[in-house]
């Protein structure tokens, strides 16, 4: 049987619009045979939601939007969702509709906390937000009315400000901007003084470090020294701590009395050294003694031979006798 090109160019021609319908669908999210697993959910506005808009779950895309259909009122809308595979989503987790910034669609489960999981032909919890703009705009307006309210607030300021700022304020605001200006300067200085003095070669915190590292060196070098005069110091402590010092105290007490009593014995006239020192008599008599003594060697001194004779042929001196000391010998001369 001859088939004519005719016959064959329309067949070709229906079997590529077949392919074509079902590329077409297979892109939107449909086959052929409804197979797999679907979920249904309602809203009230989708929002433009269209059929193969991705279906998220923590960031993760599990399926797309298979389907849209509205009731006769068109007040409740129901979509046809369509999982890759099965997931195990919790049958109080929640769908809602969000909008990105470039307009586009999407389906964000947020999973729940049940125990139970969602079947095949289960109808999942929706919950209606705002899209993307409106979200910015209710986060927004708060912070406009604290703004326009910070503003409102910095223009009183700011008139109050000018209201004070008489030309006496101004020159009295200059006069403190010129003594604030004589502090930088001044605390300029001193920072360079301090960093001179921070100097780690030729600052004064330098040698003051450098003789302290040199007094604890030598700390460390006599250590043992050290702690040789502290053993001593313990040692003496521990002597005196021992020592019967009420003792030595009594002891000193009562010599002390007796030294007293001795010096008040000899300020009186009893016993031999009280009257040697008291009695003038004695005194004067020691005095003569003493007199005649030097009388007697100034004597023996002048005439010699009158108390010791060696001469053989010489005769004894007999010439006058000193009756009193030469001036000499007891007392010096006058000039």
């Known amino acids: 049987m001859k088939i004519s090109n005719e016959t064959k160019i329309g067949a070709l021609t229906a079997i590529a619009v077949t392919f074509l319908i079902l ?19 309602k809203y009230q506005n989708t929002k433009e939601l269209k059929p193969s808009d991705a279906v998220f779950v923590n960031g993760f895309q599990i399926g797309n939007v298979y389907d849209l259909e509205a009731s006769n009122d068109v007040s409740i809308i129901l979509v046809t969702i369509k999982l890759k595979s099965y997931y ?7 769908a809602e509709i969000e909008s990105t910034i470039l307009g586009s669609e999407s389906i964000v489960i947020t999973p729940g906390n049940s125990t139970s999981f969602l079947k095949s032909g289960d109808t999942i919890a929706t919950r209606n937000s705002g899209n993307f703009l409106g979200s910015i705009s209710e986060k927004l307006a708060p912070v406009a009315d604290q ?31 010129a003594n ?5 300067s001044s605390i300029i200085v001193s920072a360079s003084a301090l960093e001179n003095m921070m100097n780690q070669q030729s600052g004064a915190l330098a040698h003051s470090l450098n003789s302290l590292d040199s007094f604890t060196g030598n700390l460390a070098a006599n250590n043992q020294k050290i702690t040789s005069t502290l053993d001593n110091i313990e040692k003496t402590t521990d002597n005196l701590s021992k020592a019967d010092i009420d003792g030595a105290v009594n002891s000193l007490k009562t010599s002390v009395d007796k030294l007293d009593t001795v010096m008040a014995k000899l300020n009186s006239s009893q016993g031999s050294l009280g009257a040697m020192i008291n009695d003038k008599e004695l005194y004067n008599n020691l005095n003569n003694t003493v007199c005649s003594l030097n009388t007697l060697m100034d004597d023996l001194r002048v005439h010699p031979k009158r108390y010791v004779n060696v001469s053989v042929f010489g005769k004894k001196d007999k010439g006058n ?11 010096p001369s006058k000039q």
């Open 321 to 331: 006798y000193l009756s009193k000391p030469l001036s000499d010998s007891t007392t």
């Open 180 to 184: 604030l200006h004589k502090a930088t």
């Open 23 to 41: 590329g077409f669908n297979f892109l939107k999210g449909k086959t052929l045979f409804k197979t797999g697993t679907f979920f249904y959910a």
């Open 147 to 177: 703004l326009q309210g910070t503003l409102a607030s910095l223009d009183t300021v700011l008139r109050n400000f000018n209201s004070v700022l008489d030309p006496a304020t101004k020159g009295n605001l200059q006069g403190v901007i």
């Open 88 to 94: 195990q989503i919790p049958d109080n987790s929640i």
